[in-house]
């Protein structure tokens, strides 16, 4: 199995652009996070889904984000429009009912 | 709330020393996870703890769930450079068991 696939890997754009990230979850597992890192905030849980419910989403910043699982082998993290602040690692894993996760490669997102 | 508390923040050691991390919980945790991740890597699941003062052995690393199951440490006998990361604890969140929160981390660095 290639694991959890995460693309693109490097993502560089300029504030107020949309910016989409991808994920490729490992085939059978039933939940999927999105994460997003930081040095000052660490690991943060933005949200996750379930058999491609969402299940909670209280961890998204703002009105900016949304997330959508279309179906059990891909999802996407949208931001729109961008900020800076937003400049992060964005990290999706999934699981195979709990608790084990997963993590893909990462997207690293810069914002200018 | 909820509160986990992962300490220490930074650890220097030397080669061959022995590290300690901590997690320590305000509430009672149904079970705990260990993650390590490698610099510009991925976290990548080391074990998880579900007993009352359960203790699991991987090699140099040595896993502790407390009595009370609010708290929680890695041990890692020995350092090697390989060792080099940060560690996190991952906790279910008090309101949904399949909401997994991560701590702050544990970075190790490890002096030749």
Known sequence: DAGVIQSPRHEVTEMGQEVTLRCKP???HDYLFWYRQTMMRGLELLIYFNNNVPIDDSGMPEDRFSAKMPNASFSTLKIQPSEPRDSA??????????PRLFFG???QLSVL | GQQVMQIPQYQHVQEGEDFTTYCNSSTTLSNIQWYKQRPGGHPVFLIQLVKSG???KQKRLTFQF???KKNSSLHITATQTTDVGTYFCAFPSMNRDDKIIF????RLHILP
């Open chain 1, 26 to 28: 490992i085939s059978g």
């Open chain 1, 89 to 98: 690692v964005y990290f999706c894993a999934s699981s195979l009912t709990y």
């Open chain 1, 105 to 107: 490669s990462g997207t």
């Open chain 2, 54 to 56: 359960e203790v699991k």
């Open chain 2, 66 to 68: 407390g009595e009370a």
């Open chain 2, 103 to 106: 701590g702050k981390g544990t």
